[in-house]
């Protein structure tokens, strides 16, 4: 799809968030007062004109200041919607999605499969230290399987 396709994309520029966040910038808010401001003087200026064209002490250069001002009004109009076009044109294009990344496959087995085996004790002349650690364990694991077991008897007793 096309960038001038795509529903979701300004005219000429970028994604419709960016051209919201554009439009809700406080910058922008200060032009789209300003020229709302300006509209609203031109017209009431126009009014104004066009009632004292009607009176004793109008004429003619009234009438024409009464239809000139709805002309700077349009023209204020116009050159705040060129402007905005302008600045959503500048809007980066929305980054394409990134492609899903391919997955390597493994060749061999899993290192997370089970392998039967054991693991062979620490040798005292290789690792006197660890062979230590290891007798402590297998000294704490005995002491557990023991109380595991009073507290077994224990319960049948009662």
């Known amino acids: 799809m096309s960038r001038s396709q795509d529903p979701r994309r300004g005219a000429s520029g970028g994604s419709l968030a960016s ?8 910058r922008w808010i200060a032009w789209h007062l300003l020229t709302l401001g300006a509209m609203v003087t031109c017209a009431f200026l126009s009014a104004w004109q066009w009632h004292r064209a009607g009176s004793a ?5 009234n ?6 001002w709805p002309v700077f009004a349009v ?6 919607w060129r402007m905005l076009r302008i600045e ?8 394409e999605p990134p492609k899903p990344a391919e997955v390597p496959v493994a060749s061999g087995p899993s290192p997370f499969a089970y392998r039967p085996g054991r693991v062979s004790a620490a040798d005292e002349a290789e690792n006197p230290a660890l062979a230590e650690y290891n007798r402590m364990l297998a000294a704490l694991a005995a002491q557990d399987r023991d109380h595991e077991r009073l507290e077994q008897q224990r319960q049948e007793g009662h």
């Open 75 to 80: 023209f204020f109009g116009w050159i705040w």
């Open 57 to 61: 002490m109008g004429s003619a250069l």
């Open 19 to 26: 051209v919201v966040r554009l439009l809700l910038s406080p």
């Open 88 to 95: 959503i044109a500048k809007l980066p294009a929305a980054p």
């Open 63 to 68: 009438v024409g200041y009464g239809l000139q």
